[in-house]
């Protein structure tokens, strides 16, 4: 993989991974429907870097969530749900002034393949986040920052500071991101094409959907989209149930030899519920990374967290048991295409596993 080499020690790092985003109480609705008809909600968490924060620490890695919540209830249930995960939290910061950010949305209907979505997070404590209140030296004391394209939507300050934790500078960890992109949020949708595609160049690994890629940029298919995202040594372009594509090594705009494209199908996942699922594949194809595993290898890894996390109503779940997932990883290409995953899945032999070193 090029630039900076998360698969390498680092003497300096207190984390393999620091995920920096703004986290909210979800609530998710107790039958289908619209959102104007739903009686009543359940408590869960979300967001998407604190998702992937979870995912990687239930898989046994160091993982750190770098952002700011409400002097609130809410904060603590994030702070304390979080932590239970055994993220380390110890750099969100409680503000007095700002509320916790929350949110409702509805049940996918699978018909249409959408649900809906009220935020109520304009002015929250993580919309706050700057250059000024969060210490570089939080978000960058790991081998590798994740970020997100939803952190950009939610103020100018939040802005900033993703162009201050991306630009380049001497031994800047590897930096993640995942596009992100969520139309409900941006104040000013014109803008959020641009931001985008530039926080993406600035970053050496990147996650983004094929269909967000044509929404967002107009751009079709995977080819199009390298060619207009040439700087991440690392980029990979999701299809959903299909499968990933990702292209890495020597970069295009060298000219020093064609870089490897791999494609990886997806598995067939009796999905429950989808959200969630783009997060889990970040943290299994980070997790393989950190592990310096074969290009093919952390794409397969992807789409099993994401099949554990589809195959939950929520957008969290423990993820398969290392060895569990090594052995499926291994599965030869027949044997994996047909592998066929529903809920309950996980639990196989979780229990006679034990905890992975990372
Ligand atoms: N129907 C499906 N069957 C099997 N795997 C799927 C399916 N849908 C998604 N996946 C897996 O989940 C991964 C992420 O899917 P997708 O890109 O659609 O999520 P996303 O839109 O980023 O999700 P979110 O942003 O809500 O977390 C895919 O790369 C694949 O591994
Ligand atoms: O939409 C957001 O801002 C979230 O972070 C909520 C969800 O947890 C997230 O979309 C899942 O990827």
């Known amino acids: ?117 009220a935020y109520y997070r304009a002015g929250s404590a993580a919309s706050a986040m700057s250059p000024a209140n969060v210490p570089a030296e939080d978000a960058l004391c790991g081998r590798i920052l994740h970020l997100s394209g939803i952190t950009a939507a939610l103020s100018g300050d939040c802005l900033s500071l993703l162009h201050s934790l991306t630009a380049p500078r001497p031994g800047r960890p590897l930096i993640s991101f995942d596009v992100n992109h969520r139309t409900g949020l941006w104040r000013d949708a014109d803008a959020a094409p641009a931001v985008l595609l530039d926080l993406a160049r600035r970053s050496d690994l990147v996650f983004v959907g094929e269909d967000e890629a044509e929404e967002a940029w107009g751009l079709n298919g995977a080819e199009a989209i390298r060619a207009a995202l040439p700087e ?95 052995r499926l990883v291994a599965l030869d290409d027949t044997a994996w295409e047909t592998l066929r995953l529903g809920p309950g899945w996980t639990a196989a032999d979780r229990a006679s596993e034990e905890v992975p070193t990372p």
Request: aromatic fraction near 4%; charge should be negative.
């Open 1 to 117: 993989m090029s630039g900076p080499a998360a698969g390498a020690a680092h003497a300096a790092t207190t984390s393999d991974v620091v995920c920096l985003g703004e986290s909210m109480v979800t609530f998710l609705p107790s039958q289908p429907g619209r959102l104007a008809d739903v009686p009543s909600f359940g408590r869960a968490i979300g967001g998407a870097e604190s998702n992937v924060a979870c995912a990687l620490a239930a898989a046994g890695h160091r993982a750190k969530w770098v952002s700011r919540v409400g002097a609130d209830g809410f904060g603590d249930h994030l702070v304390e749900t979080i932590s239970r995960y055994g993220v380390d939290t110890s750099a969100v910061e409680r503000d007095p002034d700002r509320p916790t950010g929350i949110y409702f949305r509805t049940a996918t209907d699978r018909a249409t393949d959408t649900h809906e979505v």
């Open 232 to 326: 991440p040594g690392v980029l990979v372009v999701k299809r959903g149930a299909e499968g990933a594509t990702v292209f890495s090594g020597p970069r295009p705009s060298v000219a020093d030899g064609p870089e490897s494209v791999t494609t990886v199908p997806a598995l067939r996942v009796d999905v429950v519920a989808p959200v969630g699922a783009g997060d889990a594949f970040a943290a299994g194809f980070l997790s393989a990374t950190l592990r310096d595993l074969p290009v093919r290898d952390r794409v397969r890894h992807g789409h099993l967290m994401a099949a554990a996390v589809l195959t939950v109503p929520g957008d969290l779940t423990d993820p398969p048991a290392r060895a569990h997932a090594d």
